[in-house]
């Protein structure tokens, strides 16, 4: 079988090219980085987790008419997207002050913010994605005011979708990052949510009891990551069941 080309190993990712041209097929690795990649350890079967994750809400998105890059799931580790020019940006929504925006606000974390906060981040490792500005992005050409617009809206859209499968399932979503991409249709740009939404890009804190089921976990070592990923699964009904095995019995 011939070998597949590698575009691009992320932290967390890697990237091949797909079966058709437009496609990518994008691989979950175990490995967990935070503090732009300062920490780093390799959660067995993460990459399991956040694969079956990112397609459910991926696929929902789809279903309600916010367009994704997701096509299918290939298997355990692997799912095809289609191809995307990333626009530079981290989108971040925030409901609950928590991380950096406590931090930098002195605003206490747990504290229900007064409307859905959207920031943006410049990827640039390099600079630790710095926050920046809807001046600092059009002057700077990295999307243009239509694009921002297009942004806030699927990233509140995305926020809405989310934090209603969230709460029925007894977890507040706190706060998540997306990245969005490009797509060429004819003579029409389409801007599409993209990369992962994952436990990883997420905060998700238990509704009862504030326990945090997402990468907080590992960055302030609070316990077994997959454990904490596992328990999101479980509550959405994406773990296979322990069936109870009720086929004939073997009689002597
Ligand atoms: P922050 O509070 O550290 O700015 O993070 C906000 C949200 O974005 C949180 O849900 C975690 C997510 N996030 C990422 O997915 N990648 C990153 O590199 C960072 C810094 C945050």
């Not at 011939?2 to 992320?10: D, F, M, T």
């Not at 490995?31 to 079956?52: P, S, Y």
Request: proline content about 4%.
């Amino acid at each position: 079988m011939a070998r597949r080309k590698k575009l691009y190993e992320g932290k967390a990712k890697i990237l091949y090219e797909g079966p058709e041209p437009g496609t990518i097929i994008q691989y979950f690795k175990d490995d967990a980085t935070a503090f732009n990649a300062e920490k780093r350890a390799t959660i067995e079967g993460k990459g399991v987790l956040n694969n079956r994750l990112s397609e459910h809400f991926m696929a929902g998105l789809n279903t309600i008419g916010v367009p994704t890059h997701f096509i299918r799931r290939l298997n355990m580790r692997e799912q095809l997207v289609r191809a995307v020019e990333i626009i530079p940006l981290e989108v971040v929504v925030r409901n609950v002050a928590a991380g950096s925006i406590s931090k930098r606000l002195g605003i206490e974390e747990g504290t229900p913010l007064p409307r859905p906060i959207v920031e943006f981040y410049y990827k640039d490792d390099a600079l630790g994605d710095p926050l920046v500005s809807e001046e600092h992005i059009i002057a700077f050409g990295w999307a243009g005011q239509q694009d921002l617009d297009d942004m806030v809206a699927l990233a509140l859209r995305v926020n809405d979708f989310m934090s209603g499968l969230m709460l029925g399932v007894g977890i507040k979503l706190v706060d998540f990052k997306i990245e969005i991409g490009r797509v060429y249709d004819g003579d029409f740009t389409r801007l599409i949510v993209a990369d992962e939404i994952s436990p990883d890009s997420c905060r998700l804190w238990d509704i009862e009891t504030g326990q945090k089921l997402d990468k907080d976990v590992f960055r302030r070592d609070l316990g077994n990551l997959a454990d904490a990923y596992t328990e999101v699964a479980n509550r959405l009904g994406l773990m296979p069941k322990n069936v109870a095995h009720t086929g004939p019995k073997l009689v002597n």
